[in-house]
């Protein structure tokens, strides 16, 4: 069956066809070390993973390759303010190459806990200079560059087509300049490589044909997702805030040097809000999945909830939301680790299920369509064989979940079932009487296919 999915360049669902039969490159922006992730940054690598284990579920061999940003990110998109590595080692009293590596540890801890596929490639930026100052001599040997007393800037001029992507009117951008753009020639060029202050010096710089100084953020990608995967790869991907400033600008370089759109398919990951507003950094007080971790919620809870929403659609955040991810998340696991093993996945179901996700990623479908599962009376070893076929695309790691070790008492075995008997039965009222008696003593009671479920009560 075919994949659709959508495309933020030409703004429409369209069919996936690979360059290379069998084969994809995927590119991810990945995290700027210089504080930790916040939960919203984490939603789009969820979604990025729900992509890539899409690929690989219709039979694809994915090459992923995620940059860390570690130098070169100013905290303005318009080119001026500090790098934030340099902000964030003042902050710490750490050296920026120490708080590169902290943050970077960090991130990484995040990755495991919220059970995402290792990239085959993680990149960073200041292990790349040559191919990144290699890549701006090009662009100057070509003619799109200029120079000014803090840098070498992109021309953007040159090129008519300059922020198709994000639909930019730079005529618009340029009237409606309100602020100083220094030796910019236009609101919209950007630095490819930026001197280092002569009044004080730098952590992280490098000699360069121009002057010793450090790479524009937007230069990295480019370099690097080249070096790794061609000038023309399948899929970039990143948060729907890159569009209008960092990919369209990456666009634009590879365009000049290369001649090419760096990718076929440009694919964005929306916001997660809260309050109806985007988390920041920049507010200085933003949920980790740690801060997740500290109310006692487990982190695939929140991947649940992200699921549980399209990636293309803004999700709002809540403490509620969340406890409704964690109990449906502990309820799906109860019922995987009760179902017997032995089981072939029932076709019907799969092909229900390839509908869903090969239709741009539709988890929430597919969230809907594993409780139907969880809910019909097939053969219970079919279902979950079934829902271990589909988990190897959500990634909620069932097949290692296990449920806490508790014994229940005798006394508590022999009322429920009593209670079962009861059922049997049909009493329905000595039945509740029973539930309720097993809750007094500590235990909760399920009802399922194979008997009684018994579990402490801890509520």
């Given at each position: ?14 069919r ?10 995927m ?54 303010g ?51 100052i290699?890549?701006i001599?090009?662009l ?14 992109f ?15 730079r ?78 600008n ?34 200085g ?24 929403a ?43 299920f ?19 599962l ?86």
């Open positions: 069956m075919e994949l659709h999915l959508y495309d933020s360049w030409e703004r429409r669902v369209r996936f066809d690979s360059i290379q039969p069998g084969r994809v490159g590119y991810c922006c990945g995290p700027t070390v210089y504080d930790y992730a916040h939960i919203g940054n984490l939603r789009t690598y969820i979604f990025e993973d729900l992509l890539r284990r899409t690929l690989e579920f219709n039979g694809y061999q994915v090459q992923h390759v995620v940059n860390i940003t570690d130098v070169g990110h100013l905290v303005s998109d318009g080119d001026d500090e790098d934030k590595m340099e902000k964030g080692s003042r902050r710490s009293g750490k050296s920026a190459w120490d708080i590169a590596q902290y943050y970077s540890a960090a991130f990484m801890a995040d990755f495991r806990a919220l059970n995402l596929l290792q990239p085959a490639v993680w990149c960073r930026a200041t292990e790349y200079l040559p191919e990144q290699g890549f001599e090009e100057e040997r070509k003619g799109y560059t200029y120079r000014t007393a803090d840098g070498i800037y021309d953007t001029s040159k090129q008519d087509d300059y922020g198709y992507m994000a639909r930019l009117d005529d618009a951008l340029q009237a409606g300049v309100r602020v100083a753009v220094g030796e910019k020639r236009s609101i919209t060029d950007f630095a490819l490589w930026k001197f280092s202050p002569l009044e004080t010096r730098r952590q992280m710089e490098w000699d360069s044909p121009w002057g010793r100084g450090f790479p524009g953020w937007h230069i990295e990608c480019s370099a690097m997702s080249a070096a790794h995967l061609g000038s023309l790869f399948d899929i970039h991907c990143g948060g729907e805030d890159h569009i209008a400033v960092h990919h369209s990456e666009i634009a370089q590879t365009q000049a040097c290369h001649g090419t759109r760096l990718a076929n398919y440009w694919m964005h990951g929306y916001f997660l809000q809260i309050d109806s507003k985007k988390i920041s950094k920049s507010d007080d933003f949920l980790r999945l740690q801060s997740l971790s500290e109310q006692g919620f487990d982190a695939l809870a929140y991947r649940y909830l992200c699921l549980a399209h990636y293309r659609s803004q999700l709002e955040f809540s403490w509620d939301g969340l406890q409704a991810a964690a109990t449906g998340l502990q309820r799906l696991r109860e019922t995987y680790h009760r179902w017997p093993d032995g089981g072939v996945a029932d076709e019907a179901w799969l092909q229900r390839r509908v869903a996700i090969n239709n741009d990623l539709n988890s929430a479908r597919v969230l809907a369509l594993v409780w139907e969880v809910r019909s009376d097939g053969d219970a070893a079919v279902g979950k064989a079934t829902l271990r076929a589909i988990d190897a695309v959500l990634g909620l790691d069932l097949d290692n979940w296990h449920p806490d070790s508790y014994q229940v008492p005798e006394t508590v075995m022999a009322l429920a079932h009593q209670r079962q008997a009861a059922r049997e039965q049909k009493q329905w009222q000595e039945a509740d009487r029973l539930r309720l008696e097993i809750r007094r003593q500590g235990f909760l009671v399920e009802d399922s296919a194979a008997g009684p479920l018994l579990k402490p009560d801890r509520g």
